[in-house]
Each structure stands twice: as structure tokens, then as C-alpha cells.
């Protein structure tokens, strides 16, 4: 798990977020994956892009990423 929350850190480094940014991100993340809703990941994205994220964070690998590490799957 570790090695994924690694890999998580850097992708998002790489994408230009930092520590601070990367938290909310992956909040905002957890959040909408979790909603009541089951959404799927055309619904995670759309809803990530309504809170102003910008595409480049909310590629399928990234957030896949988060929900292994951060979901109960």
C-alpha cells in the first residue's frame, strides 16, 4: 500500500499539485466516489470538474490510484 501512496504523491507532484493541494484533491476525490450515488468515473470526473479541478488531475489512472489506496473496495 505504501508503494501506491508513493506513486499517488509523485503522479501528483508531476501534475503540479502540491502537499497541501494534493490533500484536498484527494478529499474532494474520496468524497464524490463515495457519494450516495455509486458514481462511475465519467460522474467522478464531471463532479470533480464542477469543484474546479482541472483535467489534468482527474485522468482515470489517478484516480483509480486514490481509490485503491484511500476506498474500501
Not at 11 to 35: Q, Y
Request: proline content about 1%; aromatic content about 6%; glycine content about 8%.
Amino acid at each position: 500500500m505504501e508503494m501506491i501512496k508513493v506513486k499517488l504523491a509523485d503522479r501528483l507532484a508531476a501534475k503540479g499539485l502540491g502537499t497541501d493541494e494534493s490533500k484536498l484533491f484527494i478529499r474532494d476525490v474520496t468524497r464524490t466516489a463515495t457519494g450516495p450515488l455509486g458514481l462511475n468515473m465519467a460522474a467522478i470526473r464531471s463532479k470533480l470538474h464542477l469543484l474546479g479541478w482541472r483535467d489534468n488531475c482527474t485522468d482515470y489512472g489517478t484516480i483509480q490510484l486514490i481509490q485503491a489506496c484511500y476506498l474500501d473496495r
